[in-house]
């Protein structure tokens, strides 16, 4: 049971590029979330996905593509990566009922240059 | 509107109490969440309260809700040097479900003096 994985840990970007942030949760978790963490910002919830096939927007979605073909991933995609997408980002999952467990993953550190 | 705040830091000293305090804006949160996050590392869930208790005691960790002030607090007792993290409150947003979002406090760094 390895919970939540996100891949990269780390990666630099150039302004304009495009990429996928990877998420998987091995739990059978129906709710997924991406989060994004910025200093004084606290995090702000991106894309979340309620089980697989459904997603919807969360408070600072633009930029940003998720897609949920699967109960265990939710891939994070930036179309086209701006320096305002500098941050940690985080996923997320739970068992739909609110107030279970909520598991992090370990965070993915993107710079854009 | 959806607010949580929280003070930046807070510095105590080993064996000492800590309180850590958040004011939030949405009167109908359903659950209020502290985690947290050190070093480099992701968030961890330290404890949650319903929003209709006032008080919720795990080992050296009590959660106080004064749900008519929209307060909420963490006290940690006996605090550690690994305590020393940044800590965040969270409310969950929505009619319940699991639709519901969380909206997140800045954080509070916690300082632990030896």
């Known amino acids: 049971n390895a919970g939540v994985t996100q891949t990269p840990k780390f990666q630099v970007l150039k302004t304009g590029q495009s990429m996928t942030l990877q998420c998987a949760q091995d739990m059978n978790h129906e709710y997924m979330s991406w989060y994004r963490q910025d200093p004084g910002m606290g995090l702000r919830l991106i894309h979340y996905?309620?089980?697989?096939?459904?997603?919807d927007q969360g408070e600072v979605p633009n930029g940003y593509n998720v897609s949920r073909s699967t109960t265990e991933d939710f891939p994070l995609r930036l179309l086209s990566a701006a320096p305002s997408q500098t941050s940690v980002y985080f996923c997320?999952?739970?068992?739909?009922?609110?107030?279970?467990?909520?598991?992090f993953g370990e965070g993915s550190w993107l710079t854009v240059v | 509107g959806e607010d949580v705040e929280q003070s930046l830091f807070l510095s105590v000293r080993e064996g000492d109490s800590s309180v850590i305090n958040c004011t939030y804006t949405d009167s109908s949160s359903t659950y209020l969440y502290w985690y947290k996050q050190e070093p480099g590392a992701g968030l961890q869930l330290l404890t949650y309260i319903f929003s209709n208790m006032d008080m919720k005691q795990d080992q050296r960790l009590t959660v106080l809700l004064n749900k008519k002030d929209k307060h909420l607090s963490l006290r940690i007792a006996d605090t550690q040097t690994g305590d020393s993290a940044i800590y965040f409150c969270a409310e969950s947003i929505g009619p319940g479900g699991a639709t519901n979002k969380l909206i997140f406090g800045t954080g509070t760094l916690l300082a632990v003096q030896p």
């Open positions: 996905s309620v089980g697989a096939g459904i997603t």
């Open positions: 997320a999952s739970r068992q739909g009922v609110v107030g279970n467990t909520i598991y």
